[in-house]
């Protein structure tokens, strides 16, 4: 039996009706004229349909929204779903589901949208942040997760109260005054959740947490350093990292595109979009009513839910976001369609492009790994790690290789890339620098130097700012004739330079260079090229530097290397010219004059008898393989060494060896004696040293001799101009009363006589 007194239970049956409809029946014939219009529909039996604007609204559906628009040429914007939710939505109450069939004339749509809203109440109890984001400072204005999770508590406490629950609050009053207004079960609800600034519960939906997440967030925020906190985030993101209304949408994809048809959510998943295109099929939705811009086009749907899923982790300005925005864009490009970025953008969901070119990103994700635990080694600084990182192989090349490989190709941009040639020039030359420990190492710059294209990448101010590397040199005369030259020296005999300066003694630098004939050549190039005048700037000619490693070449002992620079431009000591010009003014040595050089003989005779000379020299050097150091018996020391000298410069019958008269030769070179007067010189100097012969007294009977004098009144120029006036020698005192070799040879035949008794 019908109570048709009892308004409550007609209420109830007739709430799913459009409520204008059943007042108009109610109206015109009261409570009878109502129940007839929904009897059936009550009973269940004997249906008679029941249709309220919705159906109207259905079908304008992909039609013109505004039909006077249309004599003006403009169809959009279209009717849409969004706009049949909003009218139609607010004609049903959730609780009606069961009574919404087809039986009593209400099509599939009405379902779909009661079931989405549904799903609508549940979401507007599920935190739409993530948890971790709300408040822990209880200084600011906006509630804690804690005393958000206890409204939500409290909101609990309303519910299970049901028709007992009561919130009183005190509320503001028309006449400016506030006022405690009590409300009682449902209402009391409806007041808690009221959607109004002053409602301090409007919220409480935030607290709608379990226990262990709630815990947590204590523990999260508990930890004070950024490092473990974002560890721990990482470790228990999928509880409080995420957006738990987010979190069931994608839970729960077939809600998902219920709430989506209507323009009530976005599609967050694959899965959620096959139902909704399946249920836009069944709804028989057009495809132009699917509120504009709410799905990218097709071709960028699987990119729109990856990104989605990353805009819910917290995740979407990350390198893989970002490979993923460019790889649908190409994508698009080479296709001729529309881009996932170029939709959201006109869907007013506005998404930068990232400048960077697509292999940037490629290679970063790829490395991803790779750059995390290096961020961490670094963060440790753990040095040997972060070495060790670097040096993983990756595709033939290191991870160091491809953090500089994304470097170089970071400074370009997709409207301008890098040119692959730059920047695998650019990760070698890194490997130099590596490799020598400098940007500024002579290979490094030399590197620069024979690549144009690289250097003048490295000196770009676009590119790296103050970064940019400084000019190889502003002179570039310099450059080209000095540096460069003296780099390639470098490089050359990078190897030679280390086994070089390891050598601890003179000697032993010495031995290596002599057995290292090139090096040693391409070092005195090197250092004529480095050399210049301190007060004038001037740098060593460069004609005139194969002379320097020339002139480095001869023998330093004896007067070769002197001898060299006066025939080399010292000619004229007032007016230089040449190598010896640039060895005064730029190595800053003096130039001898002609006169001090002896002329060549006296370094050939050297040369001609080095193992004696060198013999000579050594009896009293104690670095000498010659040294004497012990006397010989009967002698003192000096005079051991003078027994040596005089073995070498003497035959055994006391005349001068071959050696001796070389030497004596020498002598006179040495002390500028003109040519002419050499042999006069040896010639004298043999009469000394050889002297008397050994039985000349006791065969002559006397110790007169006259040899030396007789020479120098045989040689009376060499005696004067020579021997006096040359070599500064004081005159013979007696030379004037030296008997002729004919009267001292009839002195010596009368000594004789006498001594036999002859006479």
Known sequence: ?????????????????????????????????????????????????????????????????????TGYGLDQPYYDTADFWKDTAKQFDTEDLSELTAAKGFPDYIRAIVEAKISNEHLATLPSDTLVSLNADPNLDEPTFTEYRQMWEDREK?????????????????????????????????????????????????????????????????????????????????????????????????????????????????????????????LDIPDNAIPELLLPPETSIDTHFEYEEKVSEGTHSSDEAKLLLLKDQIAADEA??????????????????????????????????????????????????????????????????????????????????????????????????????????????LNRYDDPALNDFLMNEDYWGKAKTKPLDKDKAYLDNYLVPRWRIDVAYRTEDGEYNALQTTQDRQDYLLAHEAYRMDRRRREALSMSNPTTGERFPLDQVEQFVTYHEIEV?????????????????????????????????????????????????????????????????NQSEHYIEIPEPGLTLAQTRDKARNALRFDVNGNYSEFGLAELKRNAYGKFVPETFVNDYVGYYTIVGEGKPANYEEVNKTDLWYEDDWYMLEHFDFYKGIYQELLGNAPFEAIAKVPSREVFAKYLEYLRLSKVGKI
């Open 557 to 621: 002992k004896g007067f070769r290397q002197e001898r060299f620079l006066v025939n080399n431009g010292g000619q004229d000591p007032e007016n230089l010219t040449g190598f010896a010009w640039a060895m005064h003014n730029i190595g800053g040595i003096d130039i001898p004059t002609p006169q001090d050089v002896p002329l060549v003989q006296y370094d050939d005779i050297y040369d001609q008898y080095t193992d004696e000379f060198e013999q000579l020299e050594g009896f009293a050097d």
């Open 1 to 69: 039996v019908i109570d048709y007194d009892d308004a409550k239970y007609w209420i109830e049956k007739v709430t799913p009706f459009s409520i204008n409809d059943v007042w108009e029946a109610f109206e015109g014939e009261g409570w009878k004229g109502a129940a007839l219009a929904v009897v059936p529909a009550v009973y269940g039996e004997g249906v008679q349909t029941y249709t309220g604007d919705w159906e109207d609204n259905f079908t304008k559906l992909g039609l013109p929204k505004y039909v006077e628009n």
């Open 336 to 445: 001729g369609v529309q881009s996932y970025v170029g939709w959201r953008n006109e869907s007013n969901q506005p998404l930068k492009l990232p400048e960077e070119t697509l292999e940037y990103y490629q290679l970063k994700v790829d490395n991803s790994q790779n750059y995390a635990d290096l961020e961490e080694a670094q963060e440790a600084d753990n040095e040997e790690e972060v070495e060790a990182i670097r040096a993983r192989k990756v595709d033939g090349e290191t991870f160091h290789d491809v953090e500089r490989r994304v470097e170089a190709i970071g400074k370009g941009t997709r409207a301008s890339p890098i040119p692959d040639e730059i920047v695998n020039v650019y990760v070698s030359h890194m490997q130099i620098v590596d490799e020598t420990g400098s940007g500024l190492s002579a290979e490094a710059k």
């Open 158 to 282: 309303l519910v299970a109260a049901g028709d007992d629950a009561e919130l009183t609050r005190q509320e503001l009053q028309p006449d400016g005054k506030y006022k405690s207004v009590t409300y009682k079960g449902e209402d009391a609800l409806t007041a808690f959740d009221k959607d109004v600034k002053d409602n301090p519960t409007r919220n409480a939906h935030q607290g709608n947490f379990s226990q262990r997440q709630y815990s947590l967030l204590v523990q999260y925020h508990s930890i004070t350093d950024e490092k473990k906190q974002a560890e721990f985030l990482e470790e228990h993101k999928s509880e409080i990292g995420v957006k738990p209304r987010d979190e069931w949408l994608r839970k729960h994809p077939k809600e998902n595109a219920e709430l989506a048809i209507w323009g009530q959510a976005k599609v967050l998943t694959k899965e959620a979009y096959t139902h909704f295109k399946t249920l836009a099929k069944q």
